[in-house]
Each structure stands twice: as structure tokens, then as C-alpha cells.
């Protein structure tokens, strides 16, 4: 999918400097273990009906400081009803928040220690569990538990080190089923699944190496082979500011392709809004009264039923605010086909819960404005709009239109300050939209349900001993051993790294482009042809590189001697020579050349050349690669004659 880019493509290296881009990334990355980490449930998805349901409310609780957090209080305000889908083998009571959690899983230590040494990070001595508050439902207790592992990591990148804050190991959420106005469902299989939580610092400087370094945490990842695959087992958020800005969160960015084109346009988007409230200053604006908003109920206008496509007439209302000097920024378009009326409406789909588009709509706006002129004209004759001002109607229930209402003001008056602190959710089309306040320090607290773990120094050098290797030394050794970075790259991605580097270092007299040919090309293709090409961990590409060294076979070879060990053809190298080398029982050969004729009566009105063909064809099919080409040729070819 090619994503919209704000101004057509992207900036130069200089621009953005000039914008003062700065972007972090925040990686969450499921482990591989085999329960959960409080718990002793097993780990994975599940496809089939929910054995129960039931339904909670959250709200929000203080900080040890006596604060609310921005984050928990807006989520309150969505006045949820939270259903959650249990599963009698992969819930507990745990997730629930019934029973207080078990004592955290070693397995996914040692894996997040593991992780963290390869990001270069010193190891904590002791672990201390905290809660992080979440009240949007994806976790029953209204908090996540987690704990930091590694502190001040990096990874190399073009000649510098991007820094590696701290990677944490957290329990992940519950997956959403559906969200409909103000009921919310969740599936409880991937609650409390393993994860490690991979925090950048600001230091990557354009969108392109937002995306690049993506890739390399990634690559360390994979690396470790302590992670999971497959779809919904990463999820990447990046943060994003420019030089007069602020820290901007976009949420569950799906696939790192799409970092460029996102980042680049909440860069752009920051600088507009910097713009807007440059402008508004210089017209004396700059104060929230300074707005003039005037609520008014218009339910009675006119017959909305007739003309709101979404108009529920039995329960809803329809509410208009007046705004003074917005009229020209209600169309500004902040990011591709993305105005400042769809930053509202967002807005207000989330935390007034009016989710049935369209849910708004302005007198200044050009933004699907369905309303006929002749309507507009009595409204702005009836509430005295003129100029800059601006009539915006929302319709819903009482309480849901004040809600609204009240978002709009709070969202105009943050145009005085030009970027608000907020998460947005990354769409398809390379744009944002509103998700939550940016959570503060005040959703953090200490969990007394867990005591405090320690890591001992005998631990970590366990661990350090046997760690995989260093994507950046098996990218270094490619490139010393002429094989192209497209390739290299592809190994190191798909998670090969590590198979790649064993068998160069261990196997005598290998060719290192061979080695990375073979696994680039023939892995997928031998899976692709269904067959189980990953059995025993790939132990067999180890074993097959190891029997032929020094024989010189080519890629083909290769590639003909895999097939027939996956077939459970062959064992040893010894019988693959055999095989290679033609040496056939004659008398096999004959009953099998026999065996073709005799089933297939036709084949003696054939052509010679057509028969041989044939029959040379059928023997292929029951042997694949492992046959003489010249030899059973001339065994065909004799026998025919005969």
C-alpha cells in the first residue's frame, strides 16, 4: 500500500533538521515462553467461542502523590462497559484480578536479561514489579505489571550509537473484539502473554531512519530466537516531535514500512499547528475565553431525523457550540486529506463515544457538509455567526453531546499552545487520529502484591556466555565476504542470522555466499513445496553443510539433497553421494522402466523420442533429483530399443 505523504514526499536530511525532528521508538515484543507471566496458563491465541463472559467498569485510582493521571481520567469519561471473553484453558483467576499474581516467570527473565545484553544494557540487580495504569478495559485489574531489566543500552548506527534507554519485561493486553459506543469486548487469550518492551532514545533524526533503526531493533530480536512470530506478536510505537513542539505518541504502528510516511506527516502536522498559534497570538487571542464559546440546543430546528444520516430519533438531541475565530482552521488540512474538523471528530468519537460517522459537522467546514445551504443560513441568522465564528453541530444522547461539546472547547483551546501532549492511532492511509492523553508519571506506582527479585551477578554471565550472535558483526562479515547487503539483510530479518554465522564458523572449507544463497532461496522454497523445513530448529542445514564439506557441490546439488532428507529419503551423506553420483541398482531401474511401460498401454504407439521423454518424466516424479541424468537416459533408451 502506497501511504499519503503531507507535501508529496518526504524532506531532505536538512529540512529536517532545520524542523528540529527528533523520534524515539518504543518496541513491544512478545517472548517465546511457555506460560504467562504471573501465571501458569499456557501461551497462545484461541479460535473458537468464549466459555464465559463477564462485565467490569474501571475507574481511576491516585497516584502515591495523591494525582490522577490525564490518561486514566479521560478514559473514565468514555464511561465504558467492559465485556471480556474467558477461555477455560488460557484465563485464570489471575487475569481477572481475582487472585494475586504468581511469582514472575524465570523463563521470561532470562529471556529479557538475554535481550537485554544484546542491546549493549547493564543489568539491574534486583527487580522491582509497578503497576502502569490502564483504564481503556485491555486489562481486567485496570493496570499493567512491569518491571525494568536492562538501563543504557545501544546499537550502532551509521558510524554512531542510537541509545537504548531500558527494556522492560511487561505482561501484555487483552486483543479488542469489537468497540461500539460505550460497550467494549476483549479476548483474554493474550492477556498477561510475555513481552519486553525495547525504549529508544530520541536520537533518530528523519523519518527514513526511523524506519531503518526499526528494523535493526528488530533484527536483534529475531536474533535472540526468544521471540515470538507471526502476526500480532510486535506491535511498534514511535514518538515524535519537532522544534517547538512536543513529545507526540503515535500507538500500534502495524508494520514498520508505514514509519517514513507517519512520522513525516506528525512532523508536518506539529508545524502547522505552531503556525495557528503564532497567528491567533498576533490577533490577541490568547486566552481561552478569548473564543467566545455559547452552547445552544437546536433538537427542535428543524427535522434532523431527515437529514443526520446517523439521527437516532428516540434518544438523541442535537447540540450546537458557536466558536469566535476559528472559521479558516476548520479547514486547514494538518495531514494528508486530514483537517482540523476530522481532529475534532476524533476527538469526540473516542472520548464522547459518538462513533457513528459522520458524528459532527461546522458552518465553516467543507468537510462532508451534508447540510443544505438554505439551513445554515437560518442557524447562523438565529445564533448571530458571522466572520471568523463557527456553528458546530453534534447529536447523540444528553449526556453524550455535553461530553462532546466540552472535548471541542478543551481541543480549540489547545490551539493557543499549539501541539498538545497526546497518543494517536496510525490509519492505514499514512495519517493519524486522536487515542488518548499522553499518559503522565502519575499512572505509575509500586505493586505490593509482588516482592522484589534478585538477578545475581552469576546470572547474567551464564546468560552472557551463551548469547547469539550480534546482527551488526554478521552484517560486518557479509560485507567483508562479498555478499550483498540484500541479501544479508534478508537472513538477518527472517532471523537466519544466527543459522548463517554457526554454519560459516563451524563447517570447514564452506563458502559463505553459498551458505546465504541457499538459506535466502531454497528455505522458503522448500517450505513453500510443504515441506517441514524448519524441523529440529534448522539443526538439519547445519548437518547437511557439515556432511558435504569438501565435496563442491553447487546450489542445485544442495537444494536436490535437502529435498530428500526432508522426504525422509536419505540420513547420511554417505547416501548422498550415492545418489549424487548416479549409482543406481541397474536392476531397480529396469523393474521400475518396466513397471511404466506396462501400466501405460499407449506408450507403445509413441514415437521413440516421445516414449523416452515419457518415461523419463514418470521416474523424475518418484525420485526427484536423485537420479542420473546420463545413465537412466541410456537405461530408457536401451530398453525401448529392445
Same mark, same amino acid.
Request: glycine content about 6%; overall charge negative; proline content about 4%.
Given at each position: ?482 555478499? $550483498?547487503? !540484500? %541479501? ?5 530479518? #527472517?532471523?537466519? =542470522?544466527?543459522? /548463517? +554465522? ?97 501400466? $501405460?498401454? !499407449? %506408450? ?5 523420442? #516421445?516414449?523416452? =521423454?515419457?518415461? /523419463? +518424466? ?25
Amino acid at each position: 500500500m502506497k501511504l499519503k505523504i503531507n507535501g508529496g514526499k518526504l524532506l531532505t536530511d536538512k529540512e529536517y533538521e532545520e524542523l528540529g525532528f527528533r523520534s524515539g521508538l518504543e518496541i513491544h515484543q512478545q517472548l517465546a515462553t511457555d506460560e504467562k507471566l504471573f501465571c501458569h496458563c499456557p501461551v497462545g491465541y484461541v479460535h473458537k467461542e468464549p466459555d464465559a463472559t463477564i462485565l467490569r467498569h474501571m475507574r481511576p485510582t491516585l497516584s502515591e502523590l495523591g494525582e490522577y493521571d490525564g490518561t486514566a481520567l479521560m478514559e473514565f469519561k468514555t464511561k465504558k462497559e467492559v465485556i471480556y471473553q474467558l477461555y477455560r484453558d488460557n484465563t485464570c483467576t489471575y487475569e481477572m484480578d481475582d487472585t494475586p499474581p504468581f511469582p514472575i516467570n524465570q523463563q521470561a527473565v532470562d529471556y529479557a536479561i538475554e535481550i537485554s545484553l544484546l542491546f549493549n544494557c547493564s543489568i539491574v540487580d534486583e527487580i522491582h514489579i509497578v503497576r502502569k495504569q490502564y483504564l481503556d478495559g485491555s486489562i481486567p485489574a485496570g493496570f499493567q505489571r512491569t518491571a525494568v531489566i536492562g538501563l543504557g543500552g545501544w546499537i550502532p548506527y551509521k558510524g554512531r550509537k542510537i541509545g537504548i534507554r531500558m527494556v522492560t519485561l511487561e505482561e501484555d493486553a487483552c486483543r479488542e473484539v469489537s468497540d461500539d459506543g460505550h460497550y467494549i469486548t476483549w479476548k483474554t487469550d493474550r492477556l498477561s502473554t510475555p513481552l519486553v518492551e525495547i525504549i529508544t532514545h530520541p536520537h533518530l533524526l528523519t523519518p527514513s531512519e526511523v524506519e531503518e533503526v526499526n528494523w535493526l531493533l528488530a533484527e536483534v530480536l529475531r536474533a535472540s530466537g526468544k521471540v515470538r512470530r507471526g502476526f500480532g506478536t510486535a506491535r511498534q510505537d514511535v514518538n515524535v516531535s519537532i522544534s517547538g513542539g512536543t513529545r507526540v505518541e503515535i500507538k500500534g504502528v502495524p508494520r514498520i514500512g508505514y514509519h517514513a510516511a507517519l512520522t513525516h506527516n506528525e512532523a508536518l502536522k506539529q508545524k502547522k499547528l505552531i503556525e495557528i498559534a503564532e497567528e491567533l497570538k498576533k490577533k490577541k487571542i490568547t486566552k481561552r475565553e478569548d473564543f467566545n464559546f455559547e452552547r445552544h440546543d437546536i433538537s427542535d430546528f428543524t427535522d434532523w431525523e431527515k437529514i443526520i444520516p446517523n439521527y437516532k430519533h428516540e434518544a438523541a438531541v442535537v447540540k450546537a457550540l458557536k466558536v469566535s475565530h476559528i472559521s479558516e482552521i476548520m479547514n486547514c488540512e494538518l495531514q494528508p486529506d486530514w483537517h482540523f474538523t476530522n481532529e475534532l471528530s476524533g476527538i469526540i468519537r473516542v472520548v464522547a463515544c459518538l462513533d457513528r460517522m459522520p458524528n459532527m459537522i461546522a458552518s465553516s467546514s467543507e468537510i462532508g457538509n451534508f447540510i443544505a445551504v438554505e439551513t445554515w443560513a437560518e442557524l447562523k441568522k438565529k445564533y448571530g455567526v458571522a466572520g471568523e465564528d463557527s456553528l458546530i453541530l453534534v447529536w447523540g444522547s444528553e449526556a453524550d453531546t455535553q461530553t462532546a461539546l466540552s472535548e471541542i472547547e478543551d481541543r480549540v483551546e489547545k490551539l493557543l499552545t499549539g501541539v498538545p501532549n497526546e497518543t494517536r492511532q496510525s490509519l492505514d492511509n499514512g495519517v493519524t487520529d486522536f487515542e488518548r492523553v499522553l499518559p503522565g508519571p502519575d499512572r505509575m506506582y509500586p505493586d505490593t502484591d509482588s516482592s522484589p527479585t534478585k538477578i545475581t551477578p552469576e546470572r547474567v554471565e551464564k546468560i552472557k556466555s551463551n548469547l547469539p550472535s550480534n546482527p551488526a558483526e554478521i552484517r560486518e562479515y557479509c560485507d567483508k565476504n562479498g555478499i $550483498n547487503s !540484500k %541479501i544479508s539483510t534478508y537472513i538477518l530479518r #527472517k532471523g537466519f =542470522g544466527g543459522l /548463517f +554465522y554457526s554454519i560459516v564458523n563451524d563447517v570447514n572449507n564452506v563458502n559463505p555466499l553459498l551458505v546465504a544463497v541457499f538459506i535466502k532461496d531454497k528455505i522458503p522454497s522448500l517450505r513453500r513445496n510443504d515441506l517441514n523445513a524448519s524441523r529440529e530448529n534448522y539443526k538439519w542445514v547445519v548437518k547437511l553443510f557439515k556432511e558435504t564439506s569438501g565435496a563442491k557441490l553447487e546450489l542445485k546439488d544442495l537444494s536436490a539433497l535437502s529435498e530428500m532428507y526432508l522426504r525422509n529419503k536419505i540420513d547420511e551423506f554417505s547416501e548422498y553421494q550415492k545418489h549424487l553420483s548416479g549409482v543406481f541398482e541397474e536392476r531397480d531401474l529396469q523393474k521400475d522402466i518396466h513397471e511404466i511401460m506396462n501400466n $501405460n498401454g !499407449k %506408450i507403445k504407439d509413441f514415437e521413440i523420442d #516421445k516414449a523416452h =521423454g515419457y518415461i /523419463f +518424466y514418470k521416474l523424475k516424479e518418484k525420485y526427484g533429483e536423485d537420479i542420473s541424468t546420463g545413465k537412466t537416459s541410456a537405461l530408457i533408451m536401451e530398453l525401448l530399443k529392445k
